[in-house]
Nanobody, 123 residues
Framework: QVQLVESGGGLVQAGGSLRLSCAAS????????MAWFRQAPGKEREFVAA????????YYADSVKGRFTISRAYAKNTVYLQMNSLKPEDTAVYYC????????????????WGQGTQVTVSS
């Protein structure tokens, strides 16, 4: 099992940027795909972005393509989500997720979740 801790959330104006970080600990020697999800009040948790263990496969939700970038730093066991051109509809709690499978990590059936970090975009 891998433990995940997110950071970097906050309040930003529309059009601004934030970078979220997710630090992994525990069984980090295992090959894990990583992903970001978000959940707005009253809505279901939705997939945002994912990256494979090798970094060779990257996926984005249509709603964030061209604005968000997922990356990982292997030496730091950390995955990042750079969010640019933020919109009020990006307001949500953002969760980091990990799973051995790049397919499963894009669903809510992932093996490990972080505690979440709040992102609020004001208009």
């Amino acid at each position: 099992q891998v433990q995940l801790v997110e950071s970097g959330g906050g309040l930003v104006q529309a059009g601004g940027s934030l970078r979220l970080s997710c630090a992994a600990s525990g069984r980090t020697f295992s090959p894990y795909a990583m992903a970001w999800f978000r959940q707005a009040p009253g809505k279901e948790r939705e997939f945002v972005a994912a990256v494979s263990w090798s970094g060779g496969s990257i996926y984005y939700a249509d709603s964030v393509k061209g604005r968000f970038t997922i990356s990982r730093a292997y030496a730091k066991n950390t995955v990042y989500l750079q969010m640019n051109s933020l919109k009020p509809e990006d307001t949500a709690v953002y969760y980091c997720a990990a799973d051995p499978s790049i397919d499963v990590v894009r669903t809510t059936n992932v093996r490990s979740w972080g505690q979440g970090t709040q992102v609020t975009v004001s208009s």
